[in-house]
């Protein structure tokens, strides 16, 4: 049975939770801000006549803060689990994150330290062999 969580997977889930709040935030704001302007903009212009492509740019830009916000949710789920292939998608996100300068360089590179060069976070996450799951107290010996 794998034991306590370490520290370098607690902070990559705290920062992974961090970000998912703040994605959804900005998600909510994008929302308010683009149908506010559509319903000032219809009720003074009688219609939405050039208006397609804001409500093109407002579903990208929902997608944009969305799919990695839903990506570290599942990633989380995984660390919790100590799933290698968590490790693996944790190291991926947090390469491309790297590049929210300054605050999402420093905590992702934070992230990456643990991933690759922590000893206990690195051994979390690799399967156990099956000498590990059987009890010593056999009743065979």
Known sequence: MKTKMPFGVQFSRAVNTITIVIDFIIV?????VTLTAFIGRYSSSGGYSNYLLVGILLILL????????????????????????????????????????????????????FMFFDKTTKEAFEPQSADENTDSASPLT
């Open 28 to 32: 909510i704001l994008i929302s308010i």
């Open 62 to 113: 929902v997608i944009l803060f969305s799919v990695p916000a839903v990506l570290l949710i599942l990633i989380n789920r995984q660390l919790i689990r100590l799933n290698p292939m968590a490790r693996v998608w944790q190291i991926i996100v947090s390469c491309i994150l790297l590049f929210l300068f300054p605050i999402g360089t420093l905590l992702n590179g934070i992230i990456l330290y």
